[in-house]
């Protein structure tokens, strides 16, 4: 295998929330595409000093927020390359192509419309996807489940799996109806935990509703090949190695790896803890969340970890 080549990238993020890309070179590698800015870490640099230095050249201006949004590693026929992708968050001076690049800003959603290498794609899911991650729990009926998912929303949870027992379109289409009205409203991701034939039938049946479809890995485990279109988000359930490379093959957008620490729910498991835990993501190229124990209060430790964000039910859900 080709000797990896470190990349330090920056996500540049400006003052009206739009991002920065650039057009690379027709001469260079993956020419007259468009990708996040940066390069190559040299010898005896950090990552963060290499981020620094390639913007300055790249564009003329000198990062001073930042903080680590994914690892990815990605294998093209000719080069190996390992991006350490890191938000920008504020910056002094005026982008400018320094280099003669074309450079554009972008709104978020609508970075897909580009052209990138292959090593560039999954930073946009890492971009869209929020810190919080909210998983359906126990509830006492109806308006006790449109209660919590309110005040879910309301405290700033803007991803939500719908997690029923015994799904059913049928059997709830009440929530379902509630749990689509109220994501639509605060403009958040709503996932159903089902298998793949039920989520067919919901998406059919709220054909306006942006709805995605995460897997546990036993529905992950019985299926060859990505079981819905690429216009839907699409999660799975982790807990090893072989789980995330089977997840990746199905084309997951994201991964949930858990336990992260104990939890009353699954008191046999062994938890991961954070070593584990970031020896596991350095095996995703896509966006992970952590699971299991988690709370709003372990965010921070969680992306230093790799994380994505953190997952959960008792955090938001419980909350009245």
């Known amino acids: 295998m080709a000797k990896l080549i470190h990349v330090a990238v920056g996500v540049i993020i400006g003052s009206d929330k739009k991002i920065l890309i650039a057009k690379r070179p027709q001469t260079a590698h993956q020419g007259g595409l468009w990708e996040f800015p940066g390069g190559k870490v040299d010898a005896g640099e950090s990552v963060h000093q290499a981020l620094v230095r390639e913007l300055q050249e790249e564009l003329s201006i000198i990062a001073t927020e930042s903080e680590q949004l994914i690892q990815i590693r990605h294998h093209y026929p000719d080069k190996s390359v390992l991006l350490d992708v890191y938000k920008v968050t504020r910056f002094d001076g005026q982008p400018r192509g320094a280099e003669g690049q074309p450079i554009c800003w972008v709104a978020a959603d609508e970075l897909n419309n580009f052209e990138y290498p292959a090593a560039n794609k999954p930073i946009i899911n890492a971009i869209a996807l929020p810190d919080e991650y909210l998983i359906t729990g126990d509830f006492l009926d109806d308006n006790d489940f449109v209660h919590r998912l309110t005040k879910a929303f309301e405290q700033g949870v803007r991803m939500v799996q719908l997690r029923l027992r015994d799904f059913s379109l049928s059997t709830?289409?009440?929530?379902?109806?509630?749990?689509?009205?109220?994501?639509?409203?605060?403009?958040?991701?709503?996932?159903?935990?089902?298998?793949?034939?039920?989520?067919?039938?919901?998406?059919?049946?709220?054909?306006?509703?942006?709805?995605?479809?995460?897997?546990?890995?036993?529905?992950?485990?019985?299926?060859?090949?990505?079981?819905?279109?690429?216009?839907?988000?699409?999660?799975?359930?982790?807990?090893?190695?072989?789980?995330?490379?089977?997840?990746?093959?199905?084309?997951?957008?994201?991964?949930?790896?858990?336990?992260?620490?104990?939890?009353?729910?699954?008191?046999?498991?062994?938890?991961?803890?954070?070593?584990?835990?970031?020896?596991?993501?350095?095996?995703?190229?896509?966006?992970?969340?952590?699971?299991?124990?988690?709370?709003?209060?372990?965010?921070?430790?969680?992306?230093?970890?790799?994380?994505?964000?953190?997952?959960?039910?008792?955090?938001?859900?419980?909350?009245?």
């Open 172 to 320: 709830h289409r009440t929530l379902i109806d509630s749990a689509v009205a109220l994501s639509e409203r605060y403009s958040a991701r709503l996932l159903v935990n089902s298998p793949v034939e039920i989520f067919e039938q919901v998406i059919s049946a709220y054909p306006s509703a942006t709805i995605g479809l995460h897997l546990s890995q036993h529905q992950a485990a019985i299926i060859s090949a990505r079981p819905i279109p690429a216009g839907y988000l699409l999660g799975v359930s982790c807990h090893d190695e072989g789980e995330i490379a089977q997840a990746q093959q199905l084309g997951a957008d994201y991964l949930l790896l858990s336990p992260v620490k104990e939890t009353s729910t699954h008191p046999d498991a062994e938890p991961l803890g954070w070593p584990g835990f970031t020896s596991l993501v350095e095996l995703a190229n896509i966006p992970v969340y952590a699971l299991g124990g988690m709370q709003e209060s372990d965010l921070s430790e969680a992306k230093i970890a790799g994380a994505q964000g953190v997952a959960g039910i008792s955090a938001w859900w419980g909350k009245k």
